[in-house]
């Protein structure tokens, strides 16, 4: 395999950033075949009773029928037939990883160019690519990829790539979950790479994942810094919470675009990925579930989070609270969301939908909407919100042009709904009684 000049580098800082957050580390570094494959026994053997398993590869990566592949230093690919003799599957690490713990995140620099896959490509046995091909994560799993499926990643002319650089920086900032992490780091590759690369990353996390050394999170270990294990505290659910759905698979997103000119709105497809989560309204308020919808848009660079959660505040004569975060990278072509018109909920893509309320902005990223409070009302809004399949939200971008997000709930996501509206209910009886 060719070298290149910086993999070592960054899993020698990546080693050291999290021995220093307190985790216990294993690592490996210019290794071939079988010692790789010694290293994954031992992470392995690690993962059991962990609460988080952390996977972090640098180095040459490819895919081949839509299947990912490490390269270990050495290893000689002339033809598909060589594969399982020269390379480590990447499904062995994931199903490994779901199996056997409770949450997951795997770190992939691992796009980067690679001359064989070119030789690859030429032989009649195999279907090689670019980058990565990407791969649905399993529950309780995050797996971040430096750049977009078949892409190819920066190595960098510094010390680092531009995505284990951006990782370096803002991985254990104290008290910033794992997705807002993420999406720091997306926006420093992107800018590093004048938008050439963007990170990307597949989620289906059930809950807030802190890493660093604030208020607890890290628990730290005697053993010595060998493993690249991380023993991570999430926040706890009260015991008398029911149990949370688990993230469903991801549903439809359509974001339809004004054209100018008058012609028809173009249609850009993502996908959302629903999942319930619980959080602290204040303080040491009892956490409550809220719905969240994790979107993302790759074709425009857009992603954004929305929540769904019971209004506590007592101050705000509102049931519930609707909010947006939107997270638009530098090549999104609006230059940002200057508002929300309305969200509307409807039986099926192509209805019209019924309105909620009008939402108000409270900063260019962050967008919120309150359902009213009047009895009423209540009953209309979660009715919808429960029953309809699918959710419109007409927003207007910074550069005046108008849009149209929609977003599938599939099955599962209508269960999950019916299920915490549910709690909301009948918290809010408990607490009027």
Same mark, same amino acid.
């Given at each position: 395999?060719?070298?290149?000049?910086?993999?070592?580098?960054?899993?020698?800082?990546?080693?050291?950033? +999290?021995?220093?957050?307190?985790?216990?580390?294993?690592?490996?570094?210019?290794?071939?075949?079988?010692?790789?494959?010694?290293?994954?026994?031992?992470?392995?053997?690690?993962?059991?009773?962990?609460?988080?398993?952390?996977?972090?590869?640098?180095?040459?990566?490819?895919?081949?029928?839509?299947?990912?592949?490490? /390269?270990?230093?050495?290893?000689?690919?002339?033809?598909?037939?060589?594969?399982?003799?020269?390379?480590?599957?990447?499904?062995?690490?994931?199903?490994?990883?779901?199996?056997?713990?409770?949450?997951?995140?795997?770190?992939?620099?691992?796009?980067?160019?690679?001359?064989?896959?070119?030789?690859?490509?030429?032989?009649?046995?195999?279907?090689?690519?670019?980058?990565?091909?990407?791969?649905?994560?399993?529950?309780?799993?995050?797996?971040?990829? *430096?750049?977009?499926?078949?892409?190819?990643?920066?190595?960098?002319?510094?010390?680092?790539?531009?995505?284990?650089?951006?990782?370096?920086?803002?991985?254990?900032?104290?008290?910033?979950?794992?997705?807002?992490?993420?999406?720091?780091?997306?926006?420093?590759? +992107?800018?590093?790479?004048?938008?050439?690369?963007?990170?990307?990353?597949? /989620?289906?996390?059930?809950?807030?994942?802190?890493?660093?050394?604030?208020?607890?999170?890290?628990?730290?270990?005697?053993?010595?810094?060998?493993?690249?294990?991380?023993?991570?505290?999430?926040?706890?659910?009260?015991?008398?919470?029911?149990?949370?759905?688990?993230?469903?698979?991801?549903?439809?997103?359509?974001?339809?675009?004004?054209?100018?000119?008058? *012609?028809?709105?173009?249609?850009?497809?993502?996908?959302?990925?629903?999942?319930?989560?619980?959080?602290?309204?204040?303080?040491?308020?009892?956490?409550?579930?809220?719905?969240?919808?994790?979107?993302?848009?790759?074709?425009?660079?857009?992603?954004?989070?929305?929540?769904?959660?019971?209004?506590?505040?007592?101050?705000?004569?509102?049931?519930?609270?609707?909010?947006?975060?939107? *997270?638009?990278?530098?090549?999104?072509?609006?230059?940002?969301?200057?508002?929300?018109?309305?969200?509307?909920?409807?039986?099926?893509?192509?209805?019209?939908?019924?309105?909620?309320?009008?939402?108000?902005?409270?900063?260019?990223?962050?967008?919120? +909407?309150?359902?009213?409070?009047?009895?009423?009302?209540?009953?209309?809004?979660?009715?919808?919100?429960?029953?309809?399949?699918?959710?419109?939200?007409?927003?207007?971008?910074?550069?005046?042009?108008?849009?149209?997000?929609?977003?599938?709930?599939?099955?599962?996501?209508?269960?999950?709904? *019916?299920?915490?509206?549910?709690?909301?209910?009948?918290?809010?009886?408990?607490?009027?009684?």
């Amino acid at each position: 395999m060719p070298g290149l000049s910086n993999p070592v580098n960054d899993a020698t800082d990546v080693s050291e950033k +999290l021995t220093s957050l307190g985790f216990v580390v294993i690592s490996g570094f210019d290794l071939d075949r079988r010692e790789m494959e010694g290293k994954i026994r031992e992470f392995f053997a690690q993962i059991p009773g962990s609460a988080v398993a952390l996977f972090y590869y640098a180095g040459h990566g490819l895919q081949v029928a839509g299947q990912n592949y490490m /390269a270990p230093v050495g290893a000689s690919l002339r033809s598909h037939d060589y594969l399982p003799f020269e390379t480590i599957p990447l499904d062995l690490i994931l199903s490994t990883m779901e199996r056997e713990g409770k949450s997951n995140l795997v770190f992939l620099d691992a796009c980067r160019d690679n001359p064989v896959v070119n030789v690859m490509s030429a032989t009649r046995s195999a279907s090689a690519g670019r980058g990565l091909a990407r791969v649905e994560s399993g529950v309780g799993m995050m797996i971040s990829y *430096s750049t977009s499926p078949g892409q190819v990643a920066s190595d960098g002319v510094g010390r680092n790539s531009p995505y284990t650089e951006a990782l370096l920086k803002h991985l254990g900032e104290p008290g910033v979950d794992i997705a807002l992490t993420m999406r720091k780091v997306r926006r420093d590759v +992107l800018m590093a790479t004048n938008d050439k690369q963007l990170p990307w990353e597949v /989620a289906s996390l059930t809950g807030d994942l802190v890493l660093g050394l604030k208020d607890g999170f890290v628990v730290p270990s005697d053993e010595k810094a060998t493993a690249k294990i991380h023993r991570v505290k999430t926040s706890t659910i009260p015991a008398d919470m029911p149990p949370s759905p688990a993230p469903v698979e991801a549903q439809s997103v359509f974001l339809y675009e004004e054209k100018y000119g008058g *012609s028809a709105p173009a249609a850009v497809r993502g996908n959302v990925v629903w999942s319930v989560q619980e959080e602290s309204s204040e303080g040491d308020a009892k956490p409550e579930p809220i719905i969240q919808a994790q979107i993302e848009v790759p074709e425009r660079g857009l992603t954004a989070v929305m929540k769904i959660r019971r209004n506590t505040d007592p101050s705000l004569p509102a049931s519930h609270i609707l909010e947006f975060i939107f *997270s638009p990278s530098a090549q999104f072509p609006g230059g940002g969301i200057a508002n929300i018109v309305r969200v509307s909920m409807k039986q099926s893509e192509q209805e019209r939908g019924d309105p909620l309320v009008i939402p108000a902005k409270i900063t260019d990223e962050f967008h919120m +909407l309150a359902l009213n409070g009047f009895t009423d009302a209540v009953t209309e809004n979660t009715t919808l919100l429960r029953d309809r399949r699918w959710i419109d939200i007409p927003m207007t971008y910074q550069n005046r042009r108008r849009s149209l997000l929609t977003l599938e709930k599939g099955a599962a996501a209508m269960d999950m709904f *019916s299920r915490v509206i549910e709690n909301w209910h009948s918290t809010l009886t408990a607490e009027g009684d």
